[in-house]
């Protein structure tokens, strides 16, 4: 089950394999902890991505089963994206617009990150990062490629997620189009 520039950080042999409680480190720095059986996640374990979103769930012969993700703004993801009513038509507010109420229209939040890291023109915000169409990576938002997305998920990014088209209204602008 081990990756190039993965390593069990704790683990436990039985007959030449790894079994029972075990600490699992990716290259990317996502670390898992939990059960595993016969090398493979099995059983309750929790993912911890670094970017701070965590994973608790079940895992079955390496693949997780069932669970619950939750990002770092306490959002919790839909089992499937069929339930996902997040930052989707007809309510396209992120979760803090949700908790706390949306802004005036000179403060309207466009990305999760409430527009504090700019991201290049012609890409797509993904509250981890941005996503860039042309090379298909999602970047972190020093330039960096962090992961690339399954199809599905580039999908979803292209669907949903806000677009920098490099065209930004003054506070003045704003103010007068919101009279």
Not at 35 to 52: C, I, R, V
Not at 77 to 97: H, I, M
């Amino acid at each position: 089950m081990a990756f190039a520039g993965s390593a069990f950080l704790d683990k436990k042999l039985v007959h030449g394999r790894i079994e029972g409680t075990v600490k699992y480190a990716f290259p990317d720095g996502t670390i898992y902890i939990g059960e595993a059986k016969d090398g493979q996640f099995h059983g309750p374990g929790t993912m911890l991505f670094s970017n701070g979103v965590r994973y608790e769930g079940i895992w079955e012969k390496g693949q997780a089963a069932k669970g619950t993700m939750k990002f770092t703004d306490g959002l919790e993801f839909a089992p499937t994206l069929a339930e996902w009513d997040y930052c989707v038509p007809p309510d396209r507010r992120f979760y803090q617009e949700r908790i706390h109420g949306i802004q005036a229209a000179v403060g309207t939040q466009l990305t999760p990150n409430d527009g504090k890291t700019p991201i290049p023109t012609g890409t797509y915000d993904v509250a981890d990062g941005y996503y860039d169409p042309a090379t298909e990576k999602v970047h972190r938002y020093d330039g960096d490629v962090f992961r690339t997305p399954e199809p599905e998920e580039r999908e979803w990014i292209i669907k949903t997620c806000y677009y920098e088209t490099g065209k930004h209204l003054s506070e003045q602008q704003l103010r007068t189009q919101s009279v």
